[in-house]
């Protein structure tokens, strides 16, 4: 039997051993930024999670623009030096590629993280003043940001290109921007929260074009061999908000402008919307977006089981998954998937005992310890 989804994949110039992808995830185990032994130790487990591409949380691209206190960055020495080190020693001790999300969280930054409540930060937790298109809360629990003027877009673009150049110096092999979630990429091609009467807002090309700016800029200092890609979410899953048609458009704009890859999420633009919780309910926009625009395209939400994400990617409805919480639950989840789906998945030489070839008795030869 021979499966897609332990098959090989190349986006652009970068080569990967199948098409299972780790979700970038937050830790809130930050300092200032800067990564912790808890990155050390996570990111490592990960990189023999027998997924090919291990992508690391939205990570601000400037101080403001982490979501909480604990969010890493990439916007100071401190922050490229650390992260080098943790994906160095990822590298050296894992099977797995290394890509970055970098983000900015836009309204929705100065948050608390998700165990101390996660609503906007209190008058005596150390709050920020946050940015957006349009001087509008999330939330009855955040404070209202201030809206962008042109000085500060360009401040934002720039940080985007210094975090993508210290990106590439730290040793990630894909970069992600984040236009999903509500975030500030999405919060300006959503018309729920951009009502800017500028060049900024409006209609779809005015709402789409501060992020197609920083998307060219972060393009222009990324080698041309490089995946850079972007995750959306593809409808704001309410009345009046992006539809999966908008998204084809968005996507397509991108993709002129030199997207090599989408990943397809979706909601986040209000605290109030709740996205679905159906199995793959990202999985319709991702094959319509991937059908009608023809870019590489990965899909994430609530893909949990070896079948699911094999029927995915052999009935052409995405290219890549992403998995999250899957990840989580279970770090070696290629492992089994590989084991189900008759396929092979690269394992660290410490570990080959357990691989299934072994099985069942293999005896304990020689020297074995
Ligand atoms: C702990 C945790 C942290 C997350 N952090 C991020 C993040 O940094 N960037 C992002 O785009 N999505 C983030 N997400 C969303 C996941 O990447 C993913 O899209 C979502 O969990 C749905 O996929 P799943 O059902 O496979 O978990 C996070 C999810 C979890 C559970």
């Given at each position: 039997?021979?499966?897609?989804?332990?098959?090989?994949?190349?986006?652009?110039?970068?080569?990967?051993?199948?098409?299972?992808?780790?979700?970038?995830?937050?830790?809130?185990?930050?300092?200032?930024?800067?990564?912790?032994?808890?990155?050390?130790?996570?990111l490592g487990m990960l990189a023999n999670s027998g997924a090919s591409l291990v992508v690391v949380e939205a990570t601000g691209v400037e101080r403001r623009g982490r979501i909480t206190h604990g969010c890493t960055g990439i916007y100071s020495d401190e922050c490229e030096d650390a992260f080098a080190r943790v994906i160095a020693h990822c590298k050296r001790i894992g099977t797995?590629?290394?890509?970055?999300?970098?983000?900015?969280?836009?309204r929705k930054a100065s948050s608390a993280r998700p165990w101390e409540g996660g609503l906007g930060l209190k008058p005596n937790e150390d709050p920020w003043q946050t940015i957006a298109p349009s001087a509008i809360a999330p939330g009855a629990a955040w404070q209202a940001p201030r809206a962008m003027d042109e000085a500060d877009m360009a401040e934002v673009r720039e940080a985007?290109?210094?975090?993508?150049?210290?990106?590439?110096?730290?040793?990630?092999?894909?970069?992600?921007?984040?236009?999903?979630?509500?975030?500030?990429?999405?919060?300006?091609?959503?018309?729920?929260?951009?009502?800017?009467?500028?060049?900024?807002?409006?209609?779809?090309?005015?709402?789409?074009?501060?992020?197609?700016?920083?998307?060219?800029?972060?393009?222009?200092?990324?080698?041309?061999?490089?995946?850079?890609?972007?995750?959306?979410?593809?409808?704001?899953?309410?009345?009046?908000?992006?539809?999966?048609?908008?998204?084809?458009?968005?996507?397509?704009?991108?993709?002129?402008?030199?997207?090599?890859?989408?990943?397809?999420?979706?909601?986040?633009?209000?605290?109030?919307?709740?996205?679905?919780?159906?199995?793959?309910?990202?999985?319709?926009?991702?094959?319509?977006?991937?059908?009608?625009?023809?870019?590489?395209?990965?899909?994430?939400?609530?893909?949990?089981?070896?079948?699911?994400?094999?029927?995915?990617?052999?009935?052409?409805?995405?290219?890549?998954?992403?998995?999250?919480?899957?990840?989580?639950?279970?770090?070696?989840?290629?492992?089994?998937?590989?084991?189900?789906?008759?396929?092979?998945?690269?394992?660290?030489?410490?570990?080959?005992?357990?691989?299934?070839?072994?099985?069942?008795?293999?005896?304990?030869?020689?020297?074995?310890?």
């Open positions: 039997m021979t499966s897609a989804l332990f098959s090989a994949y190349k986006i652009n110039q970068l080569e990967l051993a199948n098409r299972i992808v780790v979700a970038p995830m937050c830790q809130y185990s930050a300092n200032d930024g800067v990564p912790s032994p808890w990155h050390t130790t996570h797995a590629k290394f890509g970055i999300q970098l983000a900015h969280a836009g985007f290109v210094d975090a993508a150049k210290r990106s590439l110096r730290a040793g990630f092999e894909s970069i992600e921007l984040h236009m999903a979630h509500g975030y500030l990429m999405h919060s300006f091609v959503s018309p729920i929260s951009n009502k800017r009467n500028d060049a900024y807002g409006g209609s779809l090309e005015g709402r789409m074009r501060f992020p197609l700016e920083v998307l060219r800029a972060v393009r222009a200092v990324v080698p041309k061999g490089m995946p850079l890609g972007a995750r959306i979410s593809s409808t704001d899953w309410m009345e009046g908000g992006l539809t999966g048609d908008d998204s084809v458009a968005w996507v397509a704009a991108m993709k002129d402008a030199g997207l090599d890859f989408v990943d397809i999420s979706s909601g986040g633009v209000t605290a109030e919307v709740r996205t679905p919780a159906t199995p793959g309910y990202n999985v319709p926009i991702a094959a319509q977006i991937r059908r009608e625009t023809g870019i590489p395209t990965r899909v994430v939400g609530l893909i949990a089981t070896a079948q699911q994400a094999e029927d995915i990617v052999a009935q052409g409805k995405a290219d890549m998954i992403a998995l999250g919480r899957a990840m989580l639950e279970d770090p070696h989840w290629a492992w089994m998937a590989a084991k189900q789906l008759g396929a092979e998945v690269k394992r660290p030489n410490q570990y080959l005992r357990a691989a299934p070839k072994m099985w069942p008795g293999a005896a304990y030869r020689g020297n074995a310890a």
